[in-house]
């Protein structure tokens, strides 16, 4: 088994969790060493059975171990990646619930996590940092960019490309085609029809832009 901590002990970290439990159901692939947190105030604390061992800087005090970003803002999943990529003994891994249907020709990069009930259809391509919530539907030869969060229940349609660290929210939808750039909110339930050229917050259906 290798060694996996999760990067953040908060609520999507305890999903990681759970994530990677159901993994080791299937094949006994990880040992979870616990939550890597920079809040000093929960050091040592056991959150659904794994303890908070450290802060960020104290992974590479480790030998070998693999990380996952348990945390959802694009912004902060860069930020935390560019750290730990200073780090030699840090390494990144895709992690795919079981339940996930992944078609044939779908290429992912690294640092992925895909969570329970999605489906990807064939020739999507997932590059890097990007998390896919549960129960979505991501259309063939669509593209995510690196840290884009994708949240519970979105349905994106075929050949959609999503800039990075754009932040999608939860049972929105984009029709065929779509290009988002990079930056983007999408807000929770939104139907996007258009492209959307520059970054922002965008709500609604048709999704409108609401703030910068
Ligand atoms: C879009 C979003 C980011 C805006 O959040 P915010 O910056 O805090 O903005 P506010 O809540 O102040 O809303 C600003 C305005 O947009 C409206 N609005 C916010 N979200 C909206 C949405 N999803 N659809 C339609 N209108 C929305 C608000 O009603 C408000 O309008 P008003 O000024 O007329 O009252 C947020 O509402 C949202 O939808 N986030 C997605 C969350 C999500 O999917 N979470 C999943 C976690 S796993």
Same mark, same amino acid.
Request: net charge neutral; aromatic share 6%.
């Given at each position: 088994?290798?060694?996996? !901590? ?66 959802? +803002? ?25 339940? !996930? ?14 969570? !329970? ?19 979505? +539907? ?12 994708? !949240?519970?229940? %979105?349905?994106?349609?075929?050949? %959609? +490309? ?22 983007t909110i999408i807000g929770a339930g939104s139907v996007v029809v258009r492209d959307i050229t520059e970054p922002g917050t965008y709500v609604g259906v048709p999704a409108r832009k609401v703030f910068n």
């Open positions: 088994m290798k060694n996996i !901590a999760i990067i953040g002990a908060g609520s999507f970290g305890r999903e990681v969790a759970w994530l990677i439990e159901d993994i080791n159901k299937k094949k006994k692939e990880w040992n979870i060493v616990g939550f890597i947190d920079d809040n000093e105030e929960i050091q040592g604390k056991v959150i659904n059975g794994y303890k908070v061992i450290g802060n960020i800087d104290s992974l590479k005090d480790h030998g070998e171990i693999y990380v996952s970003i348990g945390l959802g +803002t694009p912004n902060v999943k860069e930020k935390i990646v560019n750290r730990l990529r200073q780090f030699q003994n840090v390494k990144f891994t895709n992690l795919i619930h079981p339940s !996930a249907i992944i078609a044939p020709y779908v290429s992912l990069g690294i640092g992925n996590i895909i969570c !329970a009930g999605n489906i990807l259809a064939v020739n999507a391509r997932i590059e890097n940092f990007v998390t896919i919530n549960l129960k979505c +539907t991501i259309g063939h030869d669509v593209i995510l960019n690196d840290f884009i969060t994708v !949240a519970p229940g %979105v349905n994106l349609s075929g050949f %959609v +490309t999503v800039g990075k660290k754009t932040d999608i929210g939860t049972n929105s939808c984009c029709i065929q085609g779509i290009n988002i750039v990079e930056n």
